[in-house]
């Protein structure tokens, strides 16, 4: 491994320069138009321009993302997250041209891309699933809705990440709700199969940091409750989980590295889990097949570099630590500041930046692509910067982020400071009693 | 009435997501006319893509030449690598003094095998070839620099 080409740009593609730069490796950025004069592209050893600023003629195109690494020399594709990350036809398009694709095996991200298929490996594995199965007619979907109990959940075989999710509270609805579903996973993802699942509410979203080697090792990095949401956007992530029952972290934990072991996944991923809350009993969601956007609150406890373990294992290397070698220290919280508006709806707001500044505070890392005069695009997505708080304990990550969000300072496009403010300095989440549909209900 | 830059991103983003090739706005203050695909050639806006400054650590870059008012730049609708002919040892579609017209092919951009014909969307007398024959260029690099008839 001697270059790597990052097609993606933000905030990610900035850390994989940095990890690239820890391991003496070359990196080219491949930028749209929009992000050739970006942060990234700037402190690349090189920049190549993919296409136009829209996503589906760029960074999209697994075609030319291949064609550019070899054009430019490199050895090795890091996607990062977003876009191509988790496509299959990347993963192999690349490797059939003789590139490292920085990521699991074709087979593992088809699998994990196949939320049924999923379902079923996480079952083979013994990891526990919600009540639930594949509604393939009317019939059988009213069957099982019935078995199930109001309200439940119509999901698309091939979403994820919050997309393709109807909620049915009675059977008037399933009907129409139904063929909605199939007919929008149908056009968004080129499958038209739903399933049903029981829905869990209120509930906590956990995920587990999974990492494992070619040789067999597989461990997990602990585990980081994302239950802050809005719309199923994570909007605040911390690490450990509060609130969590010991038992129910050792299933989780346990769950997850099962899952990788059966699924014989390898580099870094994410196991993703429902808590009930109340019963504190997990069900497991989703894998997911990249590098995580709040990867860095598990960073800040157990003191590792992600990034850089992901392209040691790309390269073939061993983790090169045991299970029992991974230690926590403190409480991590990231909370992302977007581009929005919330005048309207937290619409995002792209834009020119006159000012952008964060205060430096011991404890304090900033992740983001940010300074005066950049552009913040119209075409991606709006996150700007992470700020990420570790301190000894949860209350001095909370009280670390609320002072650093005080004294931050953005002109030329709105943002959702305020916003992290209010949810930061709310008593529910400071007594972690957040669930994943409590911003929604705290905004109204 | 008076168009904010964030009105005129407003509206690229929307002309993006739809399937519009081409828009025209007319209102008693301003007009705007947007379109996507091959440059409308004597078009006085500048051709996409300023190459980005970042050291090359590979081959020198194809120097940029600057289109004066008779020429224009004709510019990669794709990154890929550059090829001159049809097939190795096939004479160029274009030279330098060739005429060309709007569909004139002028050569192939080859991704992942795929090749794409590009035509020199302008009419003239083709006066340099700025990429180097089998070689990467990236969207919106200079191919040709065309002396408009």
Known sequence: MRRVLIPNRGEIAVRIVNACRKLDLECVVGASEADLDGMAARMADRVVCLGPGPARDSYLRADIVVQAALGTGCDTIHPGYGFLS???????????????????????????????????????????????????????????????????????????????????????????????????????????????????????????????????????????????????????EEAPAPALAPQTRATLLEAAVALAAEIGYENLGTVEFVVDPQTGEPFFLEVNCRIQVEHPVTEAVCDRDLVVLQLRIAGGRRLGFSQEEVRFSGHAIECRLNAEDPARGFAPSPGTLELFSVPDRPGLRVDTFCAPGAAIPPYYDSLMAKLIAHGENRDQAIRLLLDVLADTDVEGVETNRTLLIDVLGHPDFQAARVTTNWLEHVLR | MGLTDDDVREILRIVDESDVEELQIQTEGFSLHVSRGAPIAPSPAPPPAPLASAPAPDAAEPSTPAADEDTVLVPSPMLGTFYRAEAPGASPFVEVGATVGPDSTVCIIEVMKMMNSVAAGVSGTVVEVCAENGELVEYGEPLLRVRVA
């Open chain 1, 86 to 236: 988790e496509s299959p036809s990347l993963a192999s398009l690349a490797r059939e041209n003789g590139l490292t694709f920085v990521g699991p095996p074709v087979s593992a991200i088809e699998l994990a891309g196949d939320k049924l298929a999923a379902r079923a490996a996480a079952q083979r594995a013994g990891v526990p699933v919600l009540p639930g199965g594949e509604a393939p007619s009317r019939q059988r979907a009213r069957e099982l809705a019935t078995e199930l109990g109001y309200p439940v959940l119509v999901k698309a075989a091939g979403g994820g990440g919050g997309r393709g999710i109807k909620r049915v509270d009675d059977e008037s609805q399933l009907g129409a709700l139904l063929s909605l579903a199939r007919q929008e996973a149908g056009a968004a993802f080129a499958d038209d199969r739903v399933y049903l699942e029981r829905l869990v509410t209120p509930a906590r979203h956990v995920e587990v940091q999974i990492a494992a080697d070619e040789h067999g090792a597989v461990v997990h990095l602990g585990e980081r409750d994302c239950s802050a949401q809005r719309r199923y956007q994570k909007v605040v």
